[in-house]
């Protein structure tokens, strides 16, 4: 049966190659830091470091607040820009790598044997292990500046889950049309761009006009977004309307990317 008949055949692929995806994940996080002067602590001083800026500048420059009324206060402003930051990073990370991550991987692909498709799993693994340093540090930060987090708090994986699986459809499909449209990496970084600005990681929804919050929420990550900050900063549970359909199309994403993927490896070789 084909992939695009399986709606759970990229889960199946994860699981299958479980050990060989965590092989090459660990292999994948050793080998960026392997050799810096302060090697695996860079995935906590990064973060750090970011959240730093994000605080002075809006803090001390901006002087912003979060809100339609311009309410919270500066700090406020950082974390709640930075909890943005780090769950769309995920998506942004994997999908400006994917146009060239064939090509990174030649020796693999060329390799009857080897099953491509878990390159996928691979980027998006080690992008969640940063984000998952960055989150304890944003969760440090909310207790210094609020004290425990909400029970809704706990509501913040069913945030991450759409991420993930747009994640793992997007690299599908950009990998694959990476190889076959060598400029397609352009494109990409633009995209990827210009989605930060079009999502509301800088500013609420709330005070994107009111004309244009049905083109808002035509973007994934509006939902998500709201979603996650409705569940740590404001302590209630997230629209699970909207977050099930943003989810269910997210799944739509993930398996279609994963049958497109799977109808057009066999040429990689060729190509490369």
Known sequence: MSALARPLSFVACGWRHRRLIGQ???????????????????????????????????????????????????ADFALILFSGMILLGVFTECVNEAPSLMQAHQTYIKQVMFPSEVLAWVVLLASLWRFGVSLLI????????????????????????????????????????????????????????????????????????????????????????????????????PDWGALATVTAVAWLVAWGGYAWFMRTKGSFADVL
Do not use: K
């Open 24 to 74: 090459l994940t660990r292999g994948r996080i050793e080998g960026r830091y392997r050799g810096s002067l302060l090697g695996g602590l860079w995935v906590a001083a990064l973060p750090l470091l970011m959240l730093g800026v994000y605080t002075f500048v809006f803090s001390a420059v901006f002087r912003a607040r979060w809100g339609a009324a311009g309410t919270g206060g500066n």
């Open 138 to 237: 944003l969760l440090a930060g909310y207790g210094f500046a609020f004290g425990w987090p909400p029970i809704a708090s706990l509501c913040l994986p069913l945030a991450l889950l759409p991420v993930v699986l747009l994640t793992l459809g997007a690299v599908w499909l950009v990998s694959s049309l990476g190889v076959f449209v060598r400029d397609l990496a352009q494109f990409i970084s633009v995209f990827t761009a210009a989605l930060l600005f079009l999502s509301p990681v800088f500013y609420p929804a709330s005070r994107v006009p009111e004309a244009l919050q049905p083109y808002l929420r035509l973007n994934p990550f509006s939902t998500i977004l709201e979603s996650s900050r409705q569940s740590l900063f404001e302590g209630h549970a």
